[in-house]
Nanobody
């Protein structure tokens, strides 16, 4: 069982930035691909960005390409999501997710096995 704890959410003005962090409770962190999802009120949970276990491959949703950056520090068992140039439509609860995966970057919600509790990001216009 892997526990994931997100932090770093909050209120930011349009055009601003945040860094979200997700700490994992496993010593085998480097065997897990990681993803950041978000869910806005009344909408389905969607993948924002994902990263392979080594960090060598990444995936971004079209809506955040060029604005968000996913990264990981395997020595710290932590994955990050750096946001920039935020828009009001980025407002959502952001969730960290994990799946044990040797190769590739999972891009579907049903591929992930472990989820954090979420952190709220609110972008004011």
């Amino acid at each position: 069982q892997v526990q994931l704890v997100e932090s770093g959410g909050g209120l930011v003005q349009a055009g601003g930035s945040l860094r979200l962090s997700c700490a994992a409770s496993t010593r085998a962190f480097s065997t897990y691909a990681m993803g950041w999802f978000r869910q806005a009120p009344g909408k389905e949970r969607e993948l924002v960005a994902a990263i392979s276990r080594s960090g060598g491959s990444t995936y971004y949703a079209d809506s955040v390409k060029g604005r968000f950056t996913i990264s990981r520090d395997n020595a710290k068992n932590t994955v990050y999501l750096q946001t920039s140039t935020q828009k009001p439509e980025d407002t959502a609860v952001y969730y960290c997710a994990a799946v044990k995966r040797l190769f590739g970057v999972p891009s579907r919600r049903d591929e992930y096995d472990y989820w954090g509790q979420g952190t709220q990001v609110t972008v004011s216009s």
